[in-house]
C-alpha cells in the first residue's frame, strides 16, 4: 500500500470511539469550565455533596452523546439542521432560535473569560486574549476538518497533562482539609441540602450545555454501528467529566473558602500560594489556548 493511500490514524477505532468526545469536551471546556467557575456553581459549592453533581453530569452527557450519536447513525445525517429535523420535527425552527441565542452567550462566555485568563497568568491585556480566540476560532473554520480535527486532539493532550498537574499540586496539598469536608459532610457555603437537588444541579447543567453537541457531527460519519455509538458515548461523558472531578476535589481543599468559591478564576486562586508563577503561567497556556 503506498503512502498516498495509506488511512489516517483518525479514520480508525480512534476517529470512530474518541474523537468525538475529545470535539465536544473541547467546545464544553471553555469558558467558566476551563476557569472553575461553573464547576463551583455546578456542583462544589454544594461541598461534601458537590460530588453528585459530578455523578448526574456524567450520566446526563453520557446519555445525551448516545442518543445523538445513534440519531446521527440512523438516519445517516452528519449536519445540524437535519439532525435537529429528525429529533424536533416541525418545531425545529425554534428550537434553531434558542440554539443560536444560546450560541452566542457561550461564545461570549468563552472569550471573555479566555481574556480574563491570559491576562492574569500570562499579562497579555484582557481585548488581546479575546482578540486571539476569535481569530483563533476563525482559522480553524476556514481550513476545515482535517485542521480541527488534529488541533483539538493535541490541545486535548495537554490539556489534561495540565489538569493532571494543576490537580495533583494542589489536591496533594490540601488533601487534609478536603478529608475533613467529607468526614463532616460539609455544606456550610449553601446552607442544608439535598441529594436530589444536587442531582438535579447536574442535570441543569448538561441541559444548558446542549449547544455543544452540533460541533461533533462532523466525526459520526465513521460511525456505523450501534456498538461504536455507545462506547463513543461513554468515553465522551468520561472526558467531559474528568476534568470537573479533578477542579472539584481540588476546590475541596479550600471548602467554604470564599476567595475561592467567589472567585472569578477559582483555579487561580487555588494556586496563588501553593505553585509558583511558571505553573501558573503553564495554566494560562494549557486552558486560554484550548
Known amino acids: 500500500m503506498s503512502g498516498s493511500s495509506k488511512k489516517s490514524f483518525f479514520e480508525g477505532g480512534f476517529g470512530k470511539y474518541v474523537l468525538p468526545g475529545i470535539i465536544l469536551q473541547s467546545v464544553l471546556i471553555g469558558g467558566g469550565y ?123 493532550i495537554a490539556l489534561y497533562i495540565g489538569y493532571i498537574i494543576f490537580g495533583a499540586i494542589v489536591i496533594s496539598a490540601t488533601w487534609g482539609h478536603a478529608r475533613e469536608v467529607f468526614a463532616t459532610g460539609d455544606t456550610s457555603f449553601v446552607g442544608e441540602t439535598s441529594v436530589g437537588a444536587v442531582l438535579w444541579t447536574g442535570v441543569v447543567y448538561v441541559g444548558y450545555n446542549l449547544a455543544v453537541y452540533p460541533a461533533s457531527f462532523f466525526t459520526l460519519e465513521r460511525q456505523s454501528k450501534r456498538k461504536e455509538t455507545v462506547w463513543a458515548g461513554i468515553i465522551s461523558g468520561l472526558l467531559m467529566t474528568i476534568p470537573w472531578f479533578l477542579t472539584y476535589f481540588a476546590v475541596m481543599g479550600f471548602y467554604p473558602s470564599k476567595d475561592v468559591l467567589g472567585a472569578s478564576v477559582p483555579w487561580l486562586a487555588m494556586m496563588q500560594g501553593i505553585t509558583g508563577p511558571g505553573v501558573v503561567a503553564l495554566f494560562g497556556v494549557v486552558v486560554g489556548g484550548h
Open 34 to 156: 476551563a476557569t472553575g467557575r461553573e464547576i463551583v456553581e455546578f456542583g462544589a459549592k454544594f461541598g461534601a455533596l458537590g460530588w453528585l453533581g459530578g455523578v448526574g453530569i456524567f450520566i446526563g452527557f453520557t446519555v445525551m452523546s448516545i442518543l445523538t450519536f445513534e440519531i446521527a447513525r440512523i438516519y445517516r445525517v452528519y449536519d445540524y439542521k437535519s439532525i435537529v429535523q429528525k429529533i424536533a420535527g416541525k418545531g425545529w425552527i425554534l428550537y434553531d432560535v434558542i440554539y443560536i441565542l444560546l450560541a452566542i452567550l457561550i461564545i461570549a462566555v468563552m472569550a471573555s473569560a479566555t481574556g480574563e485568563i491570559v491576562q492574569n497568568t500570562l499579562g497579555i491585556p484582557y481585548w488581546g486574549g479575546v482578540i486571539g480566540v476569535i481569530i483563533i476560532v476563525g482559522i480553524l473554520n476556514f481550513y476545515g476538518r482535517w485542521l480541527i480535527e488534529r488541533f483539538e486532539t493535541y490541545g486535548t
